[in-house]
């Protein structure tokens, strides 16, 4: 390691938590700063999130950047998990991808894309009806499946609580609004804050510095105890993509909308409908599920939805994680510390 640095973090959602918990174990002596109340408070997205960890379906729309970020973030969670003081669920034993017969046209086109776009030996793996019964027996039967080998999923709430538990070396400034970053120093109000080293990790809140935008996105948890579901699920929909993650303590989170728009109000009735009844056409044992909780909120994206790391000396900015932030974050951070180095 360089000799301790004095660190100033923009941001405690999903990067800053990481940030302050790869620094702080390092040795340096770390600052985060965020107009929230308190680390449980739930305004960022990483809360939000399913924590889908899908680098091959996600080449639907994401480069082969983020593809690489996702696979060796892939391999860093389970080390990262593993050094948390708290359980955090995490699975790594591959995700579905699901159709309908009448929506084998639509599905046949991603999967040629995905097909296309995924290095030799990272292809979907269409599954016999005998092994889709094996492997999910609570998916509906007639379904066309196949295994995406290796995808996973993470419990995002107990791991932005456990991140923010277990970061050492770390003064929270919660309740403290950075109006701007500059190298080496972090405004807020007329306070000046000076650092060895600051990160930008606002998120939608890096704007105008950076031109961000929100896309929002809403989720269901249907609280399902006698429903058995290992691995994500991903329905190919001819209208729009439905996706279920089964999470502890026996819930499945139905998600998610993608709508241009920064609307936070509560989920609407027409996503209600379309998310819960593609769920249940999927897992028909979700009938007599309770929807336990909704949630709105904006994914971080700059204008191409490609993220972003720079870094210019005393400053390091990661933004636009967009719907990738959980797949990418650990590589991502990875990076942006070697830099540092
Ligand atoms: C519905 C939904 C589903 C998703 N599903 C997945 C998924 O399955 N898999 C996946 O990989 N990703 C998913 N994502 C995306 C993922 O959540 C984001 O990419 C990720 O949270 C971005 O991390 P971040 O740290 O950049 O931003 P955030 O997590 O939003 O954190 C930004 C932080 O900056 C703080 N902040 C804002 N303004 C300021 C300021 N002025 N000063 C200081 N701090 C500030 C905020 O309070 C917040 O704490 C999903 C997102 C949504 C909304």
């Known amino acids: 390691m360089t000799k301790p640095l004095r660190i100033g973090i923009a941001g405690a959602g999903l990067l800053g938590r990481l940030l302050a918990f790869e620094l702080g174990r390092a040795g340096h002596d770390v600052h985060v700063h965020d107009p929230a109340d308190g680390p449980l408070a739930r305004g960022a997205a990483g809360w939000t999130a399913a924590g889908m960890l899908s680098p091959v379906a996600e080449l639907e729309t994401?480069?082969?950047?983020?593809?690489?970020?996702?696979?060796?973030?892939?391999?860093?969670?389970?080390?990262?998990?593993?050094?948390?003081?708290?359980?955090?669920?995490?699975?790594?034993?591959?995700?579905?991808?699901?159709?309908?017969?009448?929506?084998?046209?639509?599905?046949?086109?991603?999967?040629?894309?995905?097909?296309?776009?995924?290095?030799?030996?990272?292809q979907a793996e269409s599954l016999p009806s005998e092994a889709l019964r094996e492997l999910e027996p609570s998916v509906r039967p007639g379904l066309q499946a196949w295994l995406l080998a290796g995808e996973g999923r993470i419990h995002t709430v107990q791991a932005m609580e456990a991140l923010a538990a277990a970061a050492t070396n770390t003064t929270w400034h919660w309740?403290?609004?950075?109006?701007?970053?500059?190298?080496?120093?972090?405004?807020?109000?007329?306070?000046?804050?000076?650092?060895?080293?600051?990160f930008d990790v606002r998120?939608?809140?890096?704007?105008?510095?950076?031109?961000?935008?929100?896309?929002?996105?809403?989720?269901?948890?249907?609280?399902?105890?006698?429903?058995?579901?290992?691995?994500?699920?991903?329905?190919?929909?001819?209208?729009?993509?439905?996706?279920?993650?089964?999470?502890?303590?026996?819930?499945?989170?139905?998600?998610?909308?993608?709508?241009?728009?920064?609307?936070?109000?509560?989920?609407?009735?027409?996503?209600?409908?379309?998310?819960?009844?593609?769920?249940?056409?999927?897992?028909p044992a979700l009938a007599e599920a309770r929807i336990v909780h909704s949630e709105t909120n904006l994914r971080p994206a700059l204008p191409d939805n490609q993220p972003l790391l720079d870094v210019v000396p005393?400053?390091?900015?990661?933004?636009?994680?967009?719907?990738?932030?959980?797949?990418?974050?650990?590589?991502?951070?990875?990076?942006?510390?070697?830099?540092?180095?």
């Open 314 to 341: 005393g400053c390091t900015r990661i933004n636009g994680l967009f719907r990738h932030g959980w797949l990418i974050a650990p590589a991502l951070v990875e990076e942006a510390l070697e830099s540092l180095a």
């Open 62 to 122: 994401a480069d082969e950047r983020v593809f690489r970020w996702g696979l060796r973030s892939l391999d860093l969670w389970p080390q990262i998990v593993a050094a948390l003081p708290q359980p955090v669920e995490l699975q790594r034993d591959g995700s579905l991808l699901l159709a309908h017969r009448e929506d084998l046209g639509a599905a046949r086109r991603l999967l040629d894309l995905l097909d296309r776009k995924a290095p030799a030996g990272h």
């Open 175 to 198: 309740t403290s609004r950075v109006d701007s970053v500059e190298p080496q120093r972090l405004v807020t109000g007329s306070a000046r804050h000076d650092y060895d080293w600051v």
């Open 203 to 283: 998120g939608l809140g890096a704007r105008p510095q950076l031109p961000m935008r929100g896309v929002r996105g809403e989720i269901f948890w249907l609280h399902a105890p006698g429903v058995e579901l290992r691995r994500p699920l991903r329905l190919l929909h001819a209208r729009h993509r439905v996706y279920l993650v089964p999470r502890a303590p026996d819930l499945v989170v139905v998600g998610a909308s993608e709508i241009e728009s920064e609307d936070r109000t509560p989920v609407s009735l027409r996503t209600t409908v379309e998310l819960l009844a593609a769920a249940h056409s999927v897992v």
